[in-house]
């Protein structure tokens, strides 16, 4: 399977699963097959809505373009509503077991995910062939077939991105550092920095609040690393600078630590929270 390896901060290369060219065009169709569903389906309910207004109805017309700019809207914001409420996961991405990530490997940031949905040019100009096609039928000209090789043509950029760069990323993972990684085919809350604690838990290390989000990322990464490949060892270097950042002292095993670490920052910020 290709494989990615990313430099982190503790001067440890973290390896994940790049997904296949066809794993990440089946993720692409089965959105487009959902956003086609909605267009079908938005338009009849339209169709329904207004199916009483005249030709010489001048506020039923503005109405209708309110109406379908109302009703189209989800259509635009599917892919950003969809990431940032699933991490990183669309509809084709759930199903193909992928997700979008930031270039170290942890969760994208709100901001990651506007940048890469405000360059979706590829997916935007298919769904705007999409209705140009419904709405139009044979009534279409010059200008619309030069509308579809000119969405064509940023879909065709796109794919070679994907499957040329090292990362498979396109226009918009490049410009947001993000990156899309295969998951395990059954996720849970262990895939993230998320530990259950104890309410009589009590904290080994407070220092650990000190440490930003994204270096617990890497570390949570690690961890993972180290349990899938069975080498513990290439934890010490990273157990190593965090105790030297953090002035802590401690004979604890590097993988106990760093799990430790873990724990006692969602104890202190969910109680910092409450």
Same mark, same amino acid.
């Given at each position: ?40 389906? +938005? ?95 044979? !009534? ?14 940023? /879909? ?8 040329? !760069? ?22 849970? /809350? ?21 440490? !930003? ?24 270097? +990273? +157990? ?21 670490? /873990? ?5 202190? !910020?969910?109680?910092?929270? +409450?």
């Amino acid at each position: 399977m290709p494989v990615i390896s990313i430099p982190t901060s503790f001067n440890i290369d973290v390896a994940f699963e790049v997904p296949s060219f066809g794993r990440r065009m089946a993720s692409l169709f089965i959105d487009m097959a959902v956003e086609l569903c909605y267009i079908i389906a +938005a338009s009849w309910l339209v169709g329904k809505l207004t199916e009483q207004i005249g030709p010489w109805d001048e506020d039923g017309r503005h109405n209708l373009w309110a109406i379908q700019l109302l009703v189209m809207a989800p259509l635009f914001l599917y892919h950003i509503i969809m990431e940032i409420t699933t991490n990183g996961q669309s509809i084709g991405k759930k199903i193909m077991h992928l997700r979008v990530v930031n270039d170290n490997g942890g969760k994208a940031s709100i901001s990651q995910f506007l940048i890469r949905w405000l360059l979706r040019v590829s997916d935007l100009w298919i769904v705007v062939i999409l209705i140009l096609l419904l709405t139009l039928g044979s !009534s279409a000209d010059w200008q619309t077939f030069f509308i579809f090789l000119l969405g064509f043509g940023f /879909l065709v950029t796109d794919i070679v991105l994907v499957a040329s !760069s090292k990362k498979s990323q396109r226009i918009g993972d490049l410009l947001a550092h993000t990156i899309v990684i295969r998951t395990n085919k059954h996720e849970d /809350l262990s895939n993230t920095i998320f530990r259950e604690v104890r309410e009589d838990y009590v904290p080994v290390f407070p220092q650990v609040m000190h440490i !930003s989000d994204r270096d617990l990322n890497i570390i949570k990464n690690l961890l993972d690393n180290a349990h899938k490949t069975h080498r513990y060892d290439s934890l010490k270097m +990273a +157990a190593d600078r965090v105790k030297d950042y953090l002035k802590i002292e401690t004979d604890m095993e590097p993988y106990q630590f760093l799990d430790k670490l /873990l724990e006692d920052y969602n104890y202190l !910020s969910t109680n910092q929270r +409450a």
